[in-house]
Antibody, heavy 124, light 109 residues
Framework: QVTLGESGPALVKPTQTLTLTCTFS??????????VSWFRQPPGKALEWLAR???????YYTTSLRTRLTISKDTSNNQVVLSMTNMDPVDTATYYC????????????????WGQGTLVTVSS | QAVVTQEPSLTVSPGGTVTLTCAAS?????????PNWFQQKPGQAPRPLIY???NKHSWTPARFSGSLLGGKAALTLSGVQPEDEAEYYC?????????FGGGTKLTVL
């Protein structure tokens, strides 16, 4: 059974760094084709993809936030960590992590399991 | 960065058929964009429905189908049920990064 869960502070102050952890079970991030992505959704707004880390430690970031984001993995503890620097009230959102499977030779990309999300509010 | 556009809202009658589309500012959507579709209800996490254009998850009801239509990705619901009222998001791949559409609010009325 695949599960993912997000954890981190519910409230951060402007200019602080946000660190979120995605703890997962039921799969290994050492398996070829496996990835974990982070997303966010401001209240009442659309989803936004933020970052992805692959089984081989390749990392990808959304262009608009590239300078503020860092994604890393701890395969022994089945965790993926996302850090976002210089937080601003506009970063208030529910943050989700999800598993992505890539088919051989890129035959498919499948976001199949998601966490329930964690709401992060940025306020002084 | 690419912009992905969906219909902001659509209304369908129970039992009817509706098609939601997903267009890319960069040109025609192709299978190489690996379109994914998600359903989201208020207060819930996104629920995956379709991946890589037309592949269903084991939990995806048979009335949902994905395709490419007129240069866009499309999600068709046939025999709409009241529980299908939700926000629907498409997600497209751009060689390393992903871009969501703005979502379609589907009302079943």
């Amino acid at each position: 059974q695949v599960t993912l869960g997000e954890s981190g502070p519910a409230l951060v102050k402007p200019t602080q760094t946000l660190t979120l952890t995605c703890t997962f079970s039921g799969f290994s991030l050492t398996t070829s084709g496996m990835s974990v992505s982070w997303f966010r959704q401001p209240p009442g707004k659309a989803l936004e993809w933020l970052a992805r880390i692959d089984w081989d430690d390749d990392k990808y970031y959304t262009t608009s936030l590239r300078t503020r984001l860092t994604i890393s993995k701890d395969t022994s503890n089945n965790q993926v960590v996302l850090s976002m620097t210089n937080m601003d009230p506009v970063d208030t959102a529910t943050y989700y992590c999800a598993r992505m499977q890539r088919g051989t030779s890129g035959s498919y990309f499948n976001f199949d399991y998601w966490g329930q999300g964690t709401l992060v509010t940025v306020s002084s | 960065q690419a912009v992905v556009t969906q219909e902001p809202s659509l209304t369908v009658s129970p039992g009817g058929t509706v098609t939601l589309t997903c267009a890319a500012s960069t040109g025609a959507v192709t299978s190489g964009h690996y379109p994914n579709w998600f359903q989201q209800k208020p207060g819930q996490a996104p629920r995956p429905l379709i991946y890589s254009t037309n592949n269903k998850h084991s939990w995806t009801p048979a009335r949902f189908s994905g395709s490419l239509l007129g240069g866009k990705a499309a999600l068709t619901l046939s025999g709409v049920q009241p529980e299908d009222e939700a926000e629907y998001y498409c997600l497209l791949y751009y060689g390393g990064y992903w871009v969501f559409g703005g979502g379609t609010k589907l009302t079943v009325l």
